[in-house]
Each structure stands twice: as structure tokens, then as C-alpha cells.
């Protein structure tokens, strides 16, 4: 019987199954400031390595965004800061969109099962998810840097089992990475639903049998 549901949050509870890393790649080639995954990606992961760790627990959710963009168009060489905040602006804006129509659904869910959350974050996950209005619905919100482990370490997701005081057994992961999310509740024997983005509407999920969806609404009309 399933007890829990936990969710990875970037890419998941804040877009249809597309990374940060993708969302601010689109959103710099559209501001013209960057034109090949080449150079961006190892940008990126320098940035976002960067936060990791280094920012206040009460940072805001806006703050933590605008932070990102501006590493980024500085890292790209845009001496004008306006850029970096239009960015952070759209972003922003598309993230809370999609958190207000997944709302609704959380609220519901929470009613029928206790819900948790498992990211790789900044070490604000619980203020951005205060600022998101979602914080109410889960009974646990787990951010990597600060207990120490990231996914796919099946710590983290133990850590959050254990919190909710249900087994792997009884709980289903629902996150966007077939390497992080997947592959770590696969470790830990989890099952686990892919909310894959529409780039990989064609793709195959890690194990057979798994779901796949396309839009987070449409976990609830599974057989958990």
C-alpha cells in the first residue's frame, strides 16, 4: 500500500520535467547572450556548483534565481546587469506558474498520502518552497546541502523515509532525472514515476514497467 510520495523539486514541482540548466540555457540564447550548449553547460555547473552550499538558509527563492542568472551573464562575458535580472525574471515567472497549477494537485494528494520533498538544492529549499506556497503539503523537505548527501546517494532518500517512518517499500519517487532520481530510488528500491520533459516524450524509463508522464497532473490518475 503506497504511504508516501516524494518529489525532486527543480525540473519537477516547478516545470514540466525541464532542468534549470535547460530552462536558463533557452533563456539566454533568447536574450542573445549565448548561441551552444558547449559553452554554456560547463558554465552552468560552475555557477551552480558555486551556490552550493555558500548561500544563507533564508535566501529567497527570487534572490536564489537572480544570483544564478547574474553568475551566468557574468560568466558570459555581459557587462550589463538588467540582463542577468530579465533572465532571472523569466524564469521566475515560468517556475511560479507552473508551482500555482501543481498546487491544487499537491493539496489533494496530501490528503491521500504524506508527501515529501528530495533535491539537490542550495541549502534554501525549505524557504523557496515557503515562498512557492507549497511548504504546507509535504511532511518533509530534504535539501542535499544540508544533510550532506546528494542524489542518487540513497542516504538522502532514507533520510526522507525515515522522516515520514514508511518504507522504500511503501513510497513512490516522482522526479524529471533518470540519473539522479530515478537511478537513486531505484537504489534504494523505490518505486518510481519519470516526469520526463518534451524532449524525451519518446524515451524509454529506466526500468520496465515504470510510469512516465508528461505533466505532473497526470500522476494522480495513477494506480499507486
Known amino acids: ?8 523539486f527543480g525540473g519537477t514541482l516547478d516545470a514540466d520535467g525541464l532542468t534549470w540548466k535547460a530552462r536558463l540555457f533557452r533563456l539566454c540564447c533568447d536574450a542573445g547572450v549565448v548561441t551552444t550548449a558547449a559553452r554554456f553547460d560547463p558554465l552552468f555547473y560552475a555557477v551552480d556548483d558555486a551556490l552550493v552550499g555558500a548561500i544563507p538558509p533564508t ?38 506558474r507552473t508551482v500555482d497549477r501543481n498546487a491544487p ?27 512557492s506556497g507549497i511548504a504546507p503539503f509535504f511532511s518533509v523537505i530534504v535539501d542535499s546541502a544540508r544533510i550532506g548527501w546528494a542524489k542518487p546517494d540513497p542516504r538522502i532518500f532514507q533520510s526522507a523515509l525515515d522522516t515520514l517512518n514508511v518504507t522504500a517499500a511503501d513510497a513512490w519517487f516522482v522526479g524529471d532525472s533518470l540519473a539522479r532520481d530515478m537511478a537513486g530510488a531505484r ?38
Open 1 to 8: 500500500m503506497t504511504a508516501a510520495l516524494l518529489f525532486d
Open 59 to 96: 535566501l529567497s527563492f527570487e534572490d536564489t534565481v537572480l544570483r544564478l542568472a547574474a553568475g551566468l551573464a557574468r560568466g558570459l562575458g555581459v557587462a550589463d546587469d538588467a540582463v542577468g535580472a530579465r533572465i532571472a525574471r523569466r524564469f521566475l515567472e515560468d517556475a511560479r
Open 105 to 131: 494537485l499537491l493539496a489533494r494528494l496530501s490528503r491521500r498520502y504524506r508527501l515529501g520533498i528530495v533535491s539537490n538544492f542550495y541549502g534554501n529549499l525549505a524557504t523557496v518552497c515557503h515562498n
Open 187 to 224: 537504489g534504494i528500491g523505490m518505486r518510481h514515476i519519470w516526469l520526463a520533459g518534451a524532449a524525451a516524450r519518446h524515451g524509454t524509463s529506466c526500468c520496465p514497467g515504470d510510469p512516465i508522464v508528461h505533466s505532473l497532473e497526470d500522476v494522480e490518475g495513477l494506480p499507486l
